[in-house]
């Protein structure tokens, strides 16, 4: 019997409306363009501005744009994981949130938090759920409303981030397409780089910590950077060898996008040419979690069926990985 891969077969997003651009930012902190152009590289990101909304807000909209596009009927859905660092609430699930609002009745849900690499930890995730056997159709969904976890007077940070939300559809095949590969780290003596303070169990909210300004992100960005260039190419290197694969065999580098530097620098040792990186930092900055799919969603029409994709990311914990994927359809 042929073993059961797990294939992505369809694609959904969302960006919220309202843009924060850098000329923004010039009003609000110490920064300039030239500064966050030059060691960035982003110019503009989206923020999702109602106060009442969540996270799952910013899920829900990807939901229906992956389930309508396919014709898809959400009672099908066996499952949705849902990889978020900003969820609407510490409980109950974002995910429970999503799956109601969407329709998909028949589901079981959790939340799945690893800082940005979520996604791809929820992504191997479900695809061992298919590879069971007992699945047939799961959700994986990321969503992050950073705007909500974010310093607005502290310039270190308050420039990176963005808001939205990209999801994928997870089947079985007995092809040789899918989620072929993955190759996950993680280094706690990193914790203190990149990290929200206050407002979880080991230092719940007080005045104190909300008078320090505890709950929100706060970033040692030049530790974080030199760890995430190593640790990414490091995790594509070993998913490479691990399949035969050389550098002319990938049609596509996938990575988080939280510095042009940092992608270019992984593209560099990955020897991969820039038109073969997929980017968008620069019109939605670092969304966190949702960084990947949201580029597979708004490049979804460039991916041919046998694509080679690596993806790859990095962050808080430290955490890190790489996943070898290889793109099951044609354009739609
Ligand atoms: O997604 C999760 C994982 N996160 C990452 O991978 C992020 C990794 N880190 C980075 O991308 C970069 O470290 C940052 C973009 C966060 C910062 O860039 P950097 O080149 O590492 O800058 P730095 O923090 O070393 O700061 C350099 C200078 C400092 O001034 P002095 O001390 O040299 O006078 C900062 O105060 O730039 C200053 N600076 C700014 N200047 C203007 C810091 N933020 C700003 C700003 N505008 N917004």
Known sequence: MNRINAAITAVGGYLPEDKLTNADLEKMVDTNDEWIMTRVGIKERRILKDPNKGAS????????????????????????????????????????????????????TFDLISACPSFLYALETGANYIRSGRYQRLLIVATEKMSAAIDYTDRATCPLF??????????????????????????????????????????PASHETVDR????????????????????ASSCRVVMERNNLRYEDINWVVPHQANQRIIDAVAREMEAP????????????????????????????????????????????????AIYLKWAYDPK
Request: aromatic fraction near 8%; hydrophobic fraction near 40%; include cysteine.
């Open 57 to 108: 807000f910013l899920a829900i909209q990807a939901v229906k744009d992956l389930l309508g596009r396919s014709q898809i009927d959400p009672a099908s859905i066996d499952g949705l994981i849902l990889a978020t660092n900003t969820q609407d609430y510490h409980f109950p699930t974002t995910a429970s949130i999503v799956a109601h609002e969407t329709g998909c009745v028949n589901a079981f």
């Open 162 to 203: 963005g808001d939205g939300s990209g999801c994928v559809l997870l089947e079985p095949t007995t092809e040789e397409l899918g989620v072929m590969d993955a190759h996950f780290r993680t280094d706690g003596s990193g914790r203190d780089h990149l990290i929200c303070k206050a407002g979880g169990s080991a230092r």
């Open 213 to 232: 300004r505890e709950h929100y992100v706060y970033q040692e960005g030049a530790a974080v950077f030199k760890h995430a260039v190593r640790a990414m």
């Open 274 to 321: 820039m038109e073969r990186v997929m980017v968008n930092i620069q019109y939605c900055g670092n969304t966190s979690s949702a960084t990947i799919p949201i580029l597979l969603w708004e490049r979804e029409r460039d991916l041919k069926k046998g694509d080679n994709l690596i993806l790859t990311s990095f962050g808080a914990g430290f955490t890190w990985g």
